[in-house]
């Protein structure tokens, strides 16, 4: 059996991000990719704002100044010239990666193939493939998605994406992080929208709930809002959904095996993002990796979990339904962009949290504080 140093389960974010540094930095071992696809695919885009160059920077589709949020007619405009907001397309971030991983014929890229059980006896990893082959890994990256149970108050982030392309498409209005729909489905339901170029534009229905909801049914919702828009006969250049767990999930680093990614806890709970965090936690692996050190695994801070866990109490408790974007309204017109930004990208100086907790109604957020502390004693 061939004998890898490291063996990276899956071409995800955190993978390649981890790839293409090690190549950069010559790492001297063998490294191994196994993935059940055989090409790179275009069937997810990654977003947020960039807080700090990334090996992926020249990837960016597209960068924007401004920003937005709405809801019942009332919007706010936020903006930043020092911290864009990026869309980087999977496909163009896979096609850099298997390019880094192609420069090293020491490495094998398993394409098209997937993992199917793994042992050890301490260590190294014994991996068996689909094919019936087996390699060993001295240590695992893995960055398959988890399955979870989710409780209260953590929620799914449930979304459909549809990239048109047609008439009447600017690309000169912000990006419309949230425009939230009155609707009955629990917890909120927004649109989000992207002006990639003119006559190209990303929009997709995101939905937070306690349950997976259907994505064809909110891919109907999503095509009689485009209808309602006018944008029915619009072509459909490329499509994207998934369910993303908001939720703290913790992080799993034992005896050469690690979760990495969102099956790592890279993603923010209260947020979604995750690509920008993985690429710090990406940065500081390969410096251990490359030092000789046992690699770190994912981590957050504590008092984010909890601040995301009292937001996310906060919209459960939200009267009457259909209303829950109000906060979030609320929470941009109040708070300074740059310490948003910060915020959200799970990066915040100690003020910054001072302006989003005074930007929000003090009773209610009371409330969720109490509740999610006694269900965290629970």
Not at 25 to 37: A, M, S, T
Not at 47 to 53: F, N, P, S, V
Not at 169 to 179: F, G, H, Q, Y
Request: hydrophobic letters at 40%; aromatic letters at 8%.
């Amino acid at each position: 059996m061939k004998h890898f140093d490291i063996a990276l389960i899956g071409l995800g974010a955190a993978t390649m991000s981890l790839a293409v540094r090690l190549v950069a930095q010559g790492y001297p071992g063998q490294v191994v990719i196994i993935e059940p696809r055989e090409y790179p695919s275009d069937d997810r885009t990654w977003c947020g704002w960039r807080l700090a160059e990334h090996p992926f920077t020249a990837q960016a589709t597209r960068t924007w100044s401004t920003w937005a949020v709405s809801q019942a007619g009332e919007s706010v405009v936020r903006g930043s010239d020092r911290t864009p907001y990026e869309m980087l397309r999977a496909s163009a971030v896979q096609s850099q990666a298997l390019d880094a991983i192609a420069t090293r014929p020491d490495w094998a890229l398993l394409a098209g193939r997937s993992l199917q059980s793994a042992s050890s006896d301490n260590q190294p990893w014994t991996l068996e493939l689909d094919n019936g082959s087996s390699i060993i890994a001295d240590r695992v990256f893995d960055s398959r998605p988890p399955a979870l149970t989710l409780e209260r108050p953590w929620v799914w982030q449930s979304f459909v994406g549809r990239e048109l392309v047609g008439p009447g498409l600017t690309d000169d209005s912000p990006v419309r992080l949230m425009d939230f729909l009155d609707d009955e489905a629990p917890l909120l339901t927004f649109v989000y929208e992207l002006p990639i170029a003119p006559g190209r534009r990303l929009i997709e229905l995101t939905r937070f709930a306690p349950q997976r909801p259907s994505l064809s049914a909110l891919g109907a919702q999503l095509d009689g809002i485009l209808a309602d828009r006018g944008l029915a006969n619009h072509a459909i250049d490329r499509e994207e959904s998934s369910h993303l767990p908001m939720a703290p999930i913790a992080p799993y680093n034992r005896e050469g095996w690690m979760r990495v990614g969102t099956a790592g806890g890279s993603m923010r709970p209260a947020t979604g993002y995750a690509f920008h965090g993985i690429q710090r936690w990406a940065d500081q692996c390969a410096d251990d990796l490359m030092a000789g050190r046992p690699p770190c695994a994912p981590s957050r801070r504590r008092t984010m979990d909890w601040l995301d866990g009292v937001f996310l109490e906060s919209l459960w408790r939200h009267t009457p339904a259909g209303s829950a974007g109000k906060p979030f309204v609320q929470l941009f017109d109040r708070t300074p962009a740059e310490a948003m930004v910060r915020f959200l990208m799970s990066r915040p100086h100690i003020s910054d949290i001072a302006h989003i907790l005074r930007s929000l109604p003090p009773t209610p957020m009371l409330r969720a504080a109490l509740a999610h502390s006694r269900q965290a004693m629970d």
